[in-house]
């Protein structure tokens, strides 16, 4: 059974340039989640999909947003980006987000 | 402001013995509880769930929940080297149209002494 994947695995982008991450989850599980991971804060939680609909978004600027298709695969966007972001972006998907999540191996944003 | 508290450690406990990991949860409305083990370099890993008040054994690992007190906690017995990893705690509400986010605790760095 395929789990979690997340491309691309890294990236290098230039402060002010936008980036779009994706995730397909495990087959048949309708939940995805994703997180921000820093040494400094931890895993830090950025939104909440369930069937296509976004159930909770955490505490971040309006320049991340994402979206959850039809067929579960998510997608995340960070525009304008700021020296800041660079991080660790996990996704997590469950079956319907009552039970425990399985994350993908993250994509490593660096922005310079 | 939902919150998970760990001690970030590190936490040095000897082969074979017991390792006590705990976090608080400020979030009184969260209904299930999650910890993971997360390796240097690696993604988080499930290891236990937990949803109503008491104690769950899965293999060496037991986890506990006391809703009232707003604590939960992991032990592993018979720890060995494998086990040091950074352990974390987290939080989270469902209802029947999905969940709401886990909440993280910044986790336990946990040490296997040889």
């Known amino acids: 059974k395929a789990g979690v994947t997340q491309t691309p695995r890294y990236l290098i982008k230039t402060r002010g340039q936008q980036v779009t991450l994706s995730c397909s989850p495990i087959s048949g599980h309708r939940s995805v989640s994703w997180y921000q991971q820093t040494p400094g804060q931890g895993l830090q939680f950025l939104f909440e999909y369930f069937s296509e609909t976004q159930r909770n978004k955490g505490n971040f600027p309006g320049r991340f947003s994402g979206r959850q298709f039809s067929n579960s695969r998510s997608e995340m966007n960070v525009s304008t980006l700021e020296l800041g972001d660079s991080a660790l972006y996990l996704c997590a998907s469950s079956l319907t987000g009552d039970y425990g999540y399985t994350f993908g191996s993250g994509t490593r944003l660096t922005v310079v | 402001q939902k919150e998970v508290e760990q001690n970030s450690g590190p936490l040095s406990v000897p082969e074979g013995a017991i390792a006590s990991l705990n976090c608080t949860y400020s979030d009184r409305g969260s209904q299930s509880f999650f910890w993971y083990r997360q390796y240097s370099g690696k993604s988080p890993e499930l290891i236990m769930s937990?949803?109503?008040?008491g104690d769950k054994e899965d293999g060496r690992f037991t986890a506990q929940l006391n809703k009232a007190s707003q604590y939960v906690s992991l032990l592993i017995r018979d720890s060995q080297p494998s086990d040091s990893a950074t352990y974390l705690c987290a939080g989270g509400q469902y209802s029947g149209g999905g969940a709401d986010g886990l909440t993280f605790g910044k986790g336990t760095h946990l040490i296997i002494q040889p």
């Open positions: 937990i949803y109503s008040n």
